[in-house]
């Protein structure tokens, strides 16, 4: 959460959500911890959240650009309670953004259908994509067999053909770094995206000599 401070007042105008802790992927370096990761969040608890925090928001006039951020787990295993959400909140907001983290892997024309067309400039992707095709599976592997990066490529493509906003950020390591030129050439030439953002992964116990 962002706290912004103008006087007296203290307001939050920037909301972290997490609908569920479970995952279509097994990444070598998930952070939730195994007996956890098929947790599912309290649906009545986070409406009540966001009531607060939109009502807030309200009660001080806030006339700047607040934000709901989705992250998980893979947040399109609940996305039915993602598209209730993002649609109450960019309706009530017409400044407002709507971020959702994913592996990108279940996006699908269908699911993107329910929300209202009008507010899909603000409804953002951020996916993870760590490298080239064996660089990316390596590290993220779906949990069905099939290939995750296929699968990622697939739903940013969906999104770029419908004109909604997509960003690419990725999980930069040892292992990731040493084909980052070829991934950036593929990001250019293949995706015609031109804008990357790096999550670092340092390992403290065998760090890069």
Not at 17 to 41: A, F, G, Q, V, W
Not at 78 to 87: A, G, K, P, W
């Amino acid at each position: 959460m962002n706290l912004i401070a103008e006087g007296d007042m203290t307001m939050i105008s920037r909301l972290y959500l997490m609908p569920t802790h479970n995952c279509n992927c097994e990444c070598t370096y998930c952070y939730i911890p195994d007996n956890e990761r098929n947790k599912k969040s309290d649906h009545s608890y986070l409406r009540s959240v966001v009531k607060d925090f939109m009502d807030n928001l309200e009660k001080y006039n806030y006339n700047q650009k607040p934000e709901i951020r989705f992250i998980g787990g893979e947040p399109y295993l609940d996305i039915n309670f993602i598209i209730e959400i993002s649609n109450l909140f960019l309706e009530r907001f017409k400044k407002g953004k709507i971020i959702i983290n994913t592996n990108g892997t279940l996006i699908s024309k269908e699911k993107l259908e329910s929300i209202n067309y009008k507010n899909r400039e603000r409804f953002i992707h951020i996916i993870s994509l760590d490298g080239i095709e064996e660089v990316h599976n390596e590290r993220r592997i779906s949990k069905n067999g099939q290939n995750s990066f296929n699968q990622t490529v697939g739903g940013i493509n969906l999104l770029k053909s419908i004109n909604m906003p997509v960003y690419i950020n990725m999980v930069l390591d040892e292992f990731s770094i040493a084909r980052l030129n070829d991934f950036m050439v593929y990001l250019k030439s293949e995706l015609r995206i031109n804008e990357l953002s790096v999550s670092l992964l340092y390992d403290l116990v065998n760090p890069i000599s």
